[in-house]
């Protein structure tokens, strides 16, 4: 595979392994010293990013991450990646975007693969970083849902 098909694949696994809660496998998409940040917070190296990941997707929160229109820009020794990104709901709520916005990632190689050494997303709400799982976007989730459900 070239570097561009380790990447993507990387960023394809993240996105897999938190939806299905392979929390071990998560983890070790990232470099040792690797680091997650989103809404204002960060996360860095593995001890850390485990405990995160597994307070921050719990089943009954857990949807779909889907991520598209990656651009890989590669830089020497590493690669700097922006994507765009929809959460969709799971369970009773499944089938509703709940989110959406744009990873800027860093990724380096490490062995045959390409792993974070930055994750870093921001959602798309009046041009700043809002927290997912926030009272209004809930309230704006579930408002979707009764408006769906009136409309079969």
Same mark, same amino acid.
């Given at each position: 595979?070239?570097?561009?098909?380790?990447?993507?694949?990387?960023?394809?696994?993240?996105?897999?392994?938190?939806?299905?809660?392979?929390?071990?496998?998560?983890?070790?998409?990232?470099?040792?010293?690797?680091?997650?940040?989103?809404?204002?917070?960060?996360?860095?190296?593995?001890?850390?990013?485990?405990?995160?990941?597994?307070?921050?997707?719990?089943?009954?929160?857990?949807?779909?991450?889907?991520?598209?229109?990656?651009?890989?820009?590669?830089?020497?020794?590493?690669?700097?990646? @922006?994507?765009?990104? $929809?959460? #969709?709901?799971? +369970? /009773?709520?499944?089938?509703?975007?709940? *989110?959406? !916005? @744009?990873?800027?990632? $860093?990724? #380096?190689?490490? +062995? /045959?693969?390409?792993?974070?050494?930055? *994750?870093? !997303? @921001?959602?798309?709400?009046?041009?700043?970083?809002?927290?997912?799982?926030?009272?209004?976007?809930?309230?704006?989730? @579930?408002?979707?849902?009764?408006?769906?459900?009136?409309?079969?």
């Amino acid at each position: 595979m070239t570097a561009e098909e380790k990447i993507r694949f990387t960023i394809a696994e993240y996105c897999h392994r938190t939806d299905s809660g392979d929390f071990d496998g998560w983890v070790k998409l990232f470099a040792e010293d690797g680091s997650f940040r989103m809404f204002g917070n960060e996360v860095v190296g593995h001890a850390a990013l485990r405990a995160f990941i597994e307070q921050d997707q719990p089943p009954e929160l857990r949807g779909l991450h889907l991520t598209t229109d990656s651009a890989i820009m590669l830089q020497g020794d590493h690669a700097k990646v @922006r994507s765009n990104f $929809i959460f #969709v709901a799971g +369970g /009773d709520e499944a089938g509703v975007v709940v *989110a959406a !916005g @744009r990873y800027l990632d $860093i990724l #380096v190689p490490r +062995g /045959d693969a390409w792993l974070f050494k930055l *994750a870093r !997303g @921001r959602t798309h709400s009046a041009g700043r970083d809002t927290a997912l799982g926030c009272e209004a976007g809930l309230t704006r989730c @579930r408002t979707m849902i009764e408006f769906c459900r009136a409309h079969r």
